[in-house]
């Protein structure tokens, strides 16, 4: 048996290759929960069926697929264009971070006014704080050729530092009695991010994760800048004969990947969790990177991918509670999914044959 | 064994990979130090049959004898050990080791450094062939870089030596060495198998040939005997024209560079050393030199790709060195450059993109930043079309299709463009002889409606076919230009920079 490179990728496997990488997931995970005495089908079934379809827990957590679902796609989307150019924008929770941070004090400067222009103002401060974020590695490796790899993750630990600092420190509700962290911003409705349609789990988050799919859609399809974005990625050199500019590229791609994860800790701040505390990130920013490759850095494939993962994190607290499945093990779970996409992709490029020598 | 008995017989050798029989019941022999040539175009075979002969590939059927016992190399360390050796094209050299680490690097056992040094000495003064063992490969010149080729090959003392287009980059003066030293060693009894598709080379040093086309044999004969125009036709399998010159007289100056000297973007690039040059509408000027000499930096430095001082390269008066490649196809420059998969195209996009590439200023392909796929892929309609580009649409992959047409297609989108200058780089460079004719018929056509044409090219053949005058590109440096039509061989090779390094050059036995 031996590999062979396709003459051209193979546009049925490109698409084939995540519905196989989550097949083999399961079967991987299900012989992983057996061997922590649990039942394969029971376990598999809690992560994938329940949170939708059981009559008990899916009136709480079918909502909260999609706002799960909202920031892991509105980041991994901003990510696959950098991905898609060779940018590697591995910071998202930082940037994540402080457009939380940003958004947050925007809305609690104006506390307690109730005017119409908060909540806007907010957005914009969110999507601003992120892509500055973002920017610090952007310029530097444009400036100094600096790995944007290397700064961006370490970064990431700065933004951690500073928000607990922030939870204890200027953002600190004043009549919160010396514990730490904000004002709860969903009390304050000006600048709260509630549920627009009751029981969906629908806020404005979610509307811009749609929106950023449609917009990413037409970048990359319609429009030069996105023809140069996966031109470059493709091809570095083709892509200067072609007129792109690297730097100029490599800095659109980190501030669209770091204001649209600013946007996404903005959203996530003045609706599901309605504070800065001190340990306001739980890993969006990173999951999003799996949720960009799990989509094939196609923005329709990240929508599904974005909802399949939540539903895994959904799953797998359910699965937890239920079951008593360690913690661990489903983040074990959602790793395999990321491994074993990786390790089909390669069917994309090459085939498989069976046996020597190629006869026609 | 015989002394007139064959070294190396093929018998019926056929080798096929998916889609295509690369070599179809092939025979031929070799003797003992004679000089036999394989000919024919790119694709006809040529490197599949070589690289069974070297071990790198196994034939389907058929046998090979070496010395009339069954020689079936299972790998390349096996054919060397057998006596075979071979001087690839593409050098495979570390540009940042020296020659004598270069050289032990490619052998099977070798010996100490300070003997190795000694035998690379000896060797190559006994054939001609001086070098230094001690210089570091990226500060030598292509024609250096084959010498430690051939050095190594000789180190092992080989019984049949396998040489794949040794002369694509010697100047006329190192081709004479080159083949001074190969008649010497076939004098020895080294047979050398000699692969090339130029005639004239061909008729004056090898012994035999076989020619190939499609895979197979389709003639046996003694160059010498034959005309050039008889090998080509069987090579080709049609009769060439020559491309016309449509004969229009040159206008005013269009392009004119002016004192152009740019650092190396890379290590191991060339500088360029106050290069000034000017072509005038309707005209072409050939650009010669052995690779490595600037060609590359020239076409960036053209294209946009990198920048040059204000007021050292002008179009119709107007500063352009300072604009990147948007900027000048707006204007109307336009370039190829020589590496066609990943700097002209994007291997893995379709040729409708890649049509959309370079192309969608000048073709309108491009609306407020957004795209017309439907006109981009008319406009590769066009160019598979008028170029006859051999593929199954525009849909396809630009790494799906063979050199050849992957070229016609990059030169025909460039130049249905209707460019106001174009400058090519190696525009025929492994493309095959009837595409190639219909690449310089094409810009010979451009120059006559009026263009200013630019074609850098290492094929001196080419340049005195398709170009008014001539200049050469020599570490960095360009020569004055000279009208093509009273040049000689020797005039080119001394422009080109004669042999390098090769006052001491001399041949013993």
Not at chain 1, 137 to 149: A, H, K, S, W
Not at chain 1, 263 to 269: H, N, S, T, W
Not at chain 1, 310 to 328: H, K, R
Not at chain 2, 10 to 39: E, Q
Request: proline share 5%; hydrophobic share 45%.
């Amino acid at each position: 048996m031996r590999l062979e490179k396709r003459p051209e990728p193979s546009r049925a496997w490109m698409v084939a290759t995540p519905v196989l990488a989550v097949i083999l997931t399961m079967i991987a995970g299900g012989v992983m929960f057996a061997l922590l005495g649990k039942d394969p089908f029971v376990a598999i079934r809690t992560i994938f069926w329940d949170p939708l379809f059981n009559e008990q827990f899916a009136a709480y957590s079918r909502p909260q697929l999609l706002v799960k679902a909202a920031p892991l796609i509105l980041i991994a989307i901003g990510l696959s264009l950098g991905f898609r150019a060779g940018v590697w924008n591995i910071g998202a929770e930082g940037q994540y971070i402080i457009g939380a941070i940003c958004g947050a004090a925007v809305g609690l400067a104006f506390y307690p006014a109730d005017l119409f222009i908060v909540f806007p103002l907010m957005v914009l401060a969110g999507a601003l704080g992120g892509f500055l974020w973002a920017m610090i590695p952007g310029l530097l490796r444009v400036r100094f050729g600096t790995n944007e790899i290397l700064v961006s993750l370490l970064l990431v630990y700065v933004a951690e530092q500073l928000v607990a600092s922030m939870a204890l420190g200027p953002l600190r509700n004043p009549e919160g009695g010396g514990f730490p962290g904000s004002r709860n911003l969903q009390q304050y409705s000006a600048a709260s991010n509630g549920e627009l349609i009751a029981g969906t789990g629908m806020h404005w988050g979610v509307v811009a994760a749609f929106i950023s799919v449609i917009f990413a859609y037409i970048l990359l399809n319609r429009h030069l800048t996105g023809f140069h974005i996966r031109l470059a990625g493709q091809s570095p050199r083709a892509a200067r004969f072609g007129g792109v500019n690297p730097g100029r590229l490599v800095l659109f791609c980190m501030g669209v990947s770091g204001a649209l994860a600013g946007l996404a800790g903005m959203f996530e701040v003045s609706g599901p969790a309605g504070q800065i505390g001190i340990d306001f990130n739980v890993g969006y920013g990173f999951t999003a990177i799996i949720v960009a490759f799990l989509g094939r850095l196609h923005p329709v494939g990240i929508l599904l991918a974005g909802l399949l993962m939540a539903l895994t994190y959904i799953g797998g607290e359910l699965a937890q509670f239920m079951l008593g499945l360690p913690s661990a093990s489903i983040q074990a779970f959602q790793g395999m999914l990321l491994f074993f996409l990786l390790a089909v992709d390669m069917l994309t490029n090459f085939r498989v044959r069976i046996g020597r020598g190629a006869k026609i | 064994m015989n002394d007139t008995g064959p070294l190396l017989a093929i018998d019926g050798v056929t080798k096929a990979y998916p889609g295509v029989v690369a070599n179809d019941n092939v025979s031929f022999t070799i003797h003992p130090g004679k000089i036999h040539a394989l000919l024919g175009e790119n694709g006809a075979g040529k490197s599949t049959l070589v690289k069974m002969i070297y071990g790198l590939v196994r034939p389907d059927s058929g046998a090979m004898l070496m010395h009339g016992a069954p020689f079936a190399p299972a790998s390349p360390s096996a054919a060397r050990t057998a006596g075979v050796a071979m001087v690839f094209q593409h050098f495979s050299l570390f540009d940042a080791l020296d020659v004598a680490e270069n050289i032990s690097l490619g052998m099977e056992h070798p010996p100490p450094r300070r003997t190795l040094a000694e035998r690379i000495r000896e060797v190559s003064e006994a054939y001609g062939l001086p070098l230094d063992p001690t210089r570091r490969v990226g500060d030598l010149s292509a024609g250096e870089r084959q010498r430690i080729e051939i050095v190594r090959c000789l180190l092992q003392d080989p019984k049949l030596l396998i040489m794949d287009e040794p002369t694509s980059v010697l100047t006329p003066q190192e081709v004479e060495i080159l083949f001074r030293t190969l008649r010497q060693l076939a004098a020895e009894g080294t047979s050398i198998l000699y692969i090339s598709h130029k005639l004239e080379e061909i008729r004056t040093l090898c012994d035999g040939a076989t020619i190939l086309r499609l895979g197979r044999v389709v003639a046996e004969c003694i160059p010498a005997e034959r005309s050039a125009g008889d090998l080509a036709e069987m090579m080709v399998g049609q009769t060439l024209k020559a491309p016309e010159h449509a004969g229009g007289s040159a206008g005013e100056v269009v392009l004119s560079v002016t004192g152009l000297s740019l650092d190396p973007t890379h290590a191991f690039g060339t500088r360029l050393r106050d290069v000034s040059f000017q072509v005038r509408a309707g005209e072409v000027l050939g650009i010669g030199g052995v690779a490595g000499n600037g060609q590359d930096e020239l076409l960036a430095a053209l294209s946009g790709e990198t920048l040059a001082p204000i007021g050292a390269i002008t179009v119709n008066g107007r500063d352009i060195g300072t604009s990147g490649p948007t900027a000048r196809r707006e204007i109307g420059v336009l370039t190829a450059p020589e590496e066609r998969l990943g700097h002209a195209a994007a291997p893995d996009m379709s040729l409708t993109e890649n049509a959309m590439l370079t192309g969608y200023q000048r073709k309108g392909l491009a609306k407020n930043g957004f795209l017309d796929w439907r006109r981009a892929r008319s406009f590769a309609e066009e160019i598979i079309k008028t170029y006859d580009v051999r593929t199954p649409g525009p849909g396809k992959a630009a790494r799906a299709l063979s050199g050849g047409n992957l070229q016609k297609f990059v030169i025909g989108r460039e130049i249905l463009q209707e460019p106001l200058v174009l400058a090519v780089n190696q525009p025929t460079w492994g493309v095959d002889a009837s595409a190639a004719a219909a690449i310089r018929q094409a810009l010979l056509d451009l120059a006559g409606r009026g263009a200013a044409v630019v074609v850098i090219s290492q094929d001196l053949d080419e340049l005195m076919e398709i170009s008014d005058r001539f200049s050469a590109l020599n570490e960095g440096r360009l020569s004055p230009s000279r009208p093509t039509h009273d040049l000689s061989v020797e005039d080119i090779g001394l422009m080109l920079g004669g042999a390098h390094d090769m006052e001491v050059a001399h041949v013993s036995g």
